[in-house]
């Protein structure tokens, strides 16, 4: 594991030491009425999955419930601002993932995860690999892929949720340059579209997470052929890594957290704290993210962890762009 995640990690245990006596917090003046969830994408992807099961594990260990709105749009940029629209009361909630820090990063957006939101807890950190049909015909594996990618000199198509500068474009385009082929990224911000997309053949590839797409694995629609990580994590023994192929570069991983705006009462703040973090540890919450793949990664910060790493993640991503020209040096 890199230092950049190892400088985030720490027992589990330790960092959710609160009560779980229920009702733990509904008794608090605050709430009261329900909460309102900002997810800036679309119900079918990582983003909507996470939502609904973190919605589900709050309201299980406060009795409070939560309104999910969605908002899919400019790879998580329309959710943002709509987010960033509303009153910093407590009340809305916002879910977004590491784009945030490199939309930041790039100066596409203005908002920093980490000072103009608060951040409740991070909740998921986890790879990213590629997949291909399972009935694919034209090629295999990765290396038959490889081939077949050099054949058709760019016209190569691989779906994902992107923007220039993201997680997504950042790793590909490292793929593409060290094996010298190109695979037209093709952007989807909900994730029933990006999808279809493979399952129907629209497209020849797919950029994701595992846990996205558990149910097309556990279907066999779907198998992985690359895992961006050095090493073959347990659950995809079989699945070429970065070191089998060749790949020496530090993978950008995703990361899915809750956050508040800037300015929410410090007794709200403290309610929501406990509340997420409550809601992390319910047993509903903990079964969903090990059925996602989560429990590879230590997947959890507090609100000092999660800064610590959308911090790092921004520093990261502004030395990139530096290398890849999109910013001055």
Do not use: C
């Not at 892929?145 to 790793?171: C, L």
């Not at 053949?201 to 690359?226: M, N, T, Y």
């Not at 089998?244 to 703040?269: A, I, N, Q």
């Amino acid at each position: 594991m890199s230092n950049f995640f190892k400088a985030g990690s720490f027992a589990l245990g330790a960092v959710l030491g609160v009560s779980l006596a229920t009702p733990a917090l509904a008794a608090d003046k605050f709430p009261k009425r329900p909460l309102s969830m900002v997810v800036p994408y679309g119900p079918g992807g990582g983003s909507g999955q996470v939502s609904r099961a973190m919605a589900q594990g709050v309201t299980e260990a406060t009795g409070v419930s939560i309104k999910l709105v969605y908002k899919p749009g400019g790879s998580g940029l329309v959710g943002l601002k709509s987010y960033m629209a509303l009153p910093a009361d407590g009340y809305n909630i916002l879910e977004h993932i590491d784009d945030a820090s490199s939309a930041y990063a790039s100066g596409q957006s203005k908002v920093h995860p980490a000072k103009d939101l608060i951040p409740l807890v991070v909740s998921q950190i986890t790879f990213s690999q590629i997949y291909i049909r399972s009935n694919e015909k034209r090629f295999t594996d990765w290396a038959s892929f490889v081939k077949f990618a050099k054949k058709m000199k760019g016209k190569t198509t691989i779906a994902n949720v992107s923007r220039e500068g993201s997680m997504e474009r950042v790793n590909l385009g490292k793929v593409n340059s060290h094996f010298g082929i190109k695979m037209q990224q093709i952007s989807f911000d909900k994730g029933g579209p990006r999808y279809g997309a493979l399952k129907g053949g629209q497209v020849d590839a797919l950029f994701e997470q595992p846990g996205d797409v558990r149910g097309f694995l556990d279907s066999g629609d779907f198998k992985p052929i690359l895992t961006l990580l050095n090493d073959r994590p347990g659950a995809f023994a079989k699945v070429p890594s970065m070191k089998d192929v060749g790949l020496k570069f530090t993978p950008l991983m995703r990361f899915r957290g809750f956050y508040v705006k800037k300015g929410v009462k410090k007794s709200r703040l403290e309610w929501l704290k406990k509340a997420f973090t409550k809601g992390f540890k319910t047993k509903s919450y903990q079964t969903f993210n090990e059925k996602k793949y989560m429990n590879l990664i230590p997947s959890y910060r507090d609100t000092k962890g999660a800064k610590k790493l959308i911090n790092d993640t921004i520093e990261i991503y502004k030395n990139v762009y530096k290398d890849m020209g999109l910013m001055k040096k």
